[in-house]
């Protein structure tokens, strides 16, 4: 058996130019003198964009490499693009943050990009145990990145909790994992797929795995009802961290999840998609109505991103009712634009969250977004646009993604499902509009030195350039993401 | 004869299981956990998978006990009693749960030796079961191997900067 060639590894070179960068991180910590420290998140920054113009040379060239066990195909691609995106805007908002929050840890941009490699490899990787490690290896660096914040005990408390549950969502999908290997003789999707084919779950082993590889996933996805470990854990992390976990962490594992049962367990797709059918109205019902009283905008814009869970597995659902015509293609190219979108927009308002000081701490109660709107009317209206978008009013990128999501359920033949997930997009409005009512409707009771202002900095102004673009740009002419999405599905038996 | 070493492994592996919970002294609760590792690992020797008896023996026998035993020990002086307190309502789950297996499997009864794949049917090789699994590991298992020293890197530094003592605190002016 040819096990590998190094040709391989060019393929990899991605993957491999990340994980270099970290280490150059983690070795010049030491050793530079302190003024010149913050070249390190330009280095981090400069490979991150080297990796996306390779990435992009990648795509439509359609690869494998080590025997089959990493794919480098469109849909790859698509995901490693965004989370190398990501993972940038990441690196740019901490440069500023972890001075305000006086973090000096350089290991920070390590964890970020080896984060970033474990997602990479987990959104690639076609076997079903390098995914899992890929899994791990993304956890692994974001328990540490939430409880940096060491002198608070809510950091510590977000990370303790975050790496018991995550443990224990890992093991969860690990005897998944080896039950389905029982019962297929592989660990490859290919062979799983040919495997699964023509059997159901009647089949008590396959029935098993599939039920623990579901809530495996639903863990990482947190979806209803495994979402318990997030509202606590993006309110205890520091904001930088958060908003990675939120959107990288959640379109990663996404990418893996759709992988797995689509390309793996496509033989089974009228059952799974009945499984996700139940999580997917658990988690919109209780992820819109939760948020609706919350009074801490981390913690509200946790229970957003719990919803917003549920909207894409709407899109997954779809694809596993549509069955094997070319439809279903629609279900998961709609899946793939909802997270492209839903990062921009999830993003910018966590970096505004980041970025409202209040002293030397953080405003990150809605209460402190009070007559933001007078104060500075130019951070007002982002957050405006931003909430505006999460809520799905065209014409924002919000829009786009929930409106293709929404067709792929009625091609599907769920109205129903489309009209009960509008409905309670409407109720998230209601959330969402609260916080743009207070910045606007509501007068600041005094201005003092120590009212809650958003401290500006060059590489702030980045990222918010970025996500409004992606917002506002992709709201009205979404065409070029839409073809994008189209081209990256996954090919379904 | 087979049947006889399986017989007394499950037994006792079964026998130490039961105790594990059972037992009220954590200290004794980790060394029968102790002993049904070493079964456990007998286990692996009459299936001929001389490698997973080794490692057996050394992460969880050798590594994972002695942390257990350090952590039973620190915290066991000023352990309050409410971890003996077991709630009526879980013993009501429980029983519902076991009452729903029985009935299943009076149903359906277990048939799980048709669904199990045939291929994936362990094949000792001659060289011995620990160098085909170094060539596997070497060969068609590289990246997931590479991927895991990954994660063991993770982890130490992670280790490191979240213990470290002397937070940094002087900003790179």
Known sequence: MTAFSPSDLLLLLPELLVIAAACVVLVLDPVLPSHLKDGLAWLSLGTLAVCMGLISSQMGHPASAFGGMVAIDMYACFWKLLLCAVAGLTVLLSYSYLKEERLYFSEYYAFVLLSLCGMMVMVSATDLLAIYLGTELMSLSLYVLAGLKRTEPRSLEASAKYFVLGAFSSGILLYGISLLYGATGSTRLPAIADAVAGRSLDDPLLLFATILLAVGFAFKLAVVPFHMWTPDVYQGAPTSVTAFMAVASKAASFGAFLRVFAEGLSGLRTDWSMIFLLLCIATLVLGNVVALVQTNVKRMLAYSSIAHAGYALIGVVATGRMGASGDSAHGISSVLLYLALYTFMTFGAFAIVAMLRKGSLEGEEIEDFTGLAKRQPVAALLMLLFMVSLAGIPPTAGFIGKFYVFMAAVEAGMTWLAVLALVFAAVSAYYYLRLVLVMYMREPASITADSPRLVLSPTLSIVLACAVAGVVIFGIYPDPLIQLAAQATLPLK | ?173
């Open chain 2, 1 to 173: 004869m087979a049947y006889v070493f399986f017989g007394y492994f499950a037994g006792v592996i079964a026998l130490t299981a039961v105790l594990v919970v059972a037992l009220r002294n954590p200290v004794y609760s980790a060394l029968s956990l102790l002993v049904m590792f070493f079964h456990v690992a007998g286990l692996y020797v009459t299936l001929r998978a001389e490698f997973l008896f080794a490692v057996q023996l050394m992460v969880y026998a050798g590594a994972i006990l002695i942390f257990y035993l350090f952590a039973v020990m620190f915290l066991t002086e000023k352990t309050p009693d409410r971890y003996h307190i077991q709630s009526w309502g879980s013993l009501l789950i429980g029983g519902a749960i076991i009452v729903e297996v029985v009935v299943l499997i009076g149903q359906h009864g277990i048939s799980f030796g048709s669904s199990v794949a045939r291929t994936a049917a362990p094949s000792p090789s001659e060289e011995g079961n620990t160098e085909s699994i170094g060539q596997l590991l070497y060969t068609s298992y590289l990246f997931p191997f590479e991927v895991a020293s990954l994660i063991l890197l993770v982890a130490m530094i992670g280790a490191v900067v979240l213990s470290k003592k002397d937070l940094p605190e002087v900003p790179p002016s």
